[in-house]
């Protein structure tokens, strides 16, 4: 499976479609399901969306019981019960399956590896100097990587259809924003992992809020694909952040968060368990010993 080849695996808004004709309707056959997304239509390409239902299956999000396509729990409790409010939350749900260690079992394989290709572009993006990397044009990003990658035999893109289907699913799901330059930020997405990192606690030390966002995200610093991407990177072509410094993706969503009011960002004089932002040209920020979950008056996206 290759979810960044938008051509073969369609659209997030294919998903979007499918989401909210299941939710509105409840399960049905795979056939009804694809002519309720208008899959006899002319305007509709129904090979796209056909392989976009086998794909997101195949994931996880749908399943096919008694001869009917369900969602399969607890996603779909966790959509809720109107069109609206599932696509309002899909972002999330669909973010978590992608990254789920299940459908990356074989992150560096280009067959059988399920979502393995997003996860693999996304923490060498996320790994990238945010305020100086050119994502205006796959040209850019095709020399970036070749300059990078230390072994030949690995790959992040392969093509610009991928680079296109990654600008498409990082806004997405949280770890950009749009424009004609696409900004590399992970805000939304850490913003969304807050209440997992802060499962049993109010506060952390800054090394294990780390830590715990990387179990949640293993596409930032310190996560598990983000670590199997490193290992590949030439290390004079690409600067590793130094013990306790975060990446400039990372120190740009926290720095936001901050400022919203979602979290609060304190130095005191432990500074083993603190971590370093890092901003643009390398410089430092700021350092930060501790961080604090602020009490929540409303969810932001």
Request: proline share 3%; charged share 25%.
């Given at each position: 499976m290759r979810v960044l080849n938008q051509a073969s695996e369609g659209l997030y808004t294919l998903l979007i479609l499918l989401v909210r004709a299941h939710v509105r309707m409840g399960p049905m056959s795979r056939e009804d399901l694809l002519t309720a997304c208008g899959a006899d239509l002319d305007v509709v390409d129904a090979g796209h969306l056909t392989r976009t239902l086998n794909r997101w299956t195949e994931l996880g999000l749908f399943t096919i019981h008694n001869n009917l396509v369900v969602l399969t729990s607890p996603y779909g409790d966790a959509l809720g019960k109107t069109p609206d409010q599932a696509e309002a939350r899909l972002p999330k749900i669909a973010r978590t399956i992608a990254l789920s260690a299940e459908n990356n079992a074989r992150i560096w394989e280009a067959e059988a590896a399920k979502s393995a290709d997003l996860c693999r572009a996304l923490s060498w993006l996320l790994a990238q100097d945010v305020y100086a990397i050119d994502t205006s044009a796959p040209k850019a990003i095709a020399g970036l990587e070749i300059d990078q990658l230390a072994d030949a035999s690995r790959c992040i893109f392969q093509n610009e259809t991928r680079w296109n289907g990654l600008r498409a699913w990082m806004p997405y799901l949280g770890f950009a924003r749009e424009g004609a330059q696409m900004a590399i930020d992970p805000t939304v997405a850490v913003r969304d992992a807050l209440s997992e990192v802060f499962a049993a606690t109010s506060n952390l030390t800054a090394r294990q809020f780390v830590d715990a966002l990387a179990c949640?995200?293993?596409?930032?610093?310190?996560?598990?694909?983000?670590?199997?991407?490193?290992?590949?990177?030439?290390?004079?072509?690409?600067?590793?952040?130094?013990?306790?410094?975060?990446?400039?993706?990372?120190?740009?969503?926290?720095?936001?968060?901050?400022f919203e009011g979602q979290i609060a960002l304190e130095r005191g004089a432990d500074a083993k368990e603190g971590m370093m932002l890092t901003g643009a040209g390398g410089r430092i920020w700021r350092e930060v010993t501790d961080v604090r979950r602020c009490e929540q008056k409303g969810a932001k996206r």
């Amino acid at each position: 499976m290759r979810v960044l080849n938008q051509a073969s695996e369609g659209l997030y808004t294919l998903l979007i479609l499918l989401v909210r004709a299941h939710v509105r309707m409840g399960p049905m056959s795979r056939e009804d399901l694809l002519t309720a997304c208008g899959a006899d239509l002319d305007v509709v390409d129904a090979g796209h969306l056909t392989r976009t239902l086998n794909r997101w299956t195949e994931l996880g999000l749908f399943t096919i019981h008694n001869n009917l396509v369900v969602l399969t729990s607890p996603y779909g409790d966790a959509l809720g019960k109107t069109p609206d409010q599932a696509e309002a939350r899909l972002p999330k749900i669909a973010r978590t399956i992608a990254l789920s260690a299940e459908n990356n079992a074989r992150i560096w394989e280009a067959e059988a590896a399920k979502s393995a290709d997003l996860c693999r572009a996304l923490s060498w993006l996320l790994a990238q100097d945010v305020y100086a990397i050119d994502t205006s044009a796959p040209k850019a990003i095709a020399g970036l990587e070749i300059d990078q990658l230390a072994d030949a035999s690995r790959c992040i893109f392969q093509n610009e259809t991928r680079w296109n289907g990654l600008r498409a699913w990082m806004p997405y799901l949280g770890f950009a924003r749009e424009g004609a330059q696409m900004a590399i930020d992970p805000t939304v997405a850490v913003r969304d992992a807050l209440s997992e990192v802060f499962a049993a606690t109010s506060n952390l030390t800054a090394r294990q809020f780390v830590d715990a966002l990387a179990c949640v995200l293993p596409v930032l610093d310190r996560g598990a694909y983000w670590t199997q991407v490193e290992t590949f990177l030439n290390p004079a072509r690409w600067r590793k952040p130094a013990d306790g410094q975060v990446s400039t993706a990372l120190s740009r969503a926290l720095q936001r968060l901050e400022f919203e009011g979602q979290i609060a960002l304190e130095r005191g004089a432990d500074a083993k368990e603190g971590m370093m932002l890092t901003g643009a040209g390398g410089r430092i920020w700021r350092e930060v010993t501790d961080v604090r979950r602020c009490e929540q008056k409303g969810a932001k996206r």
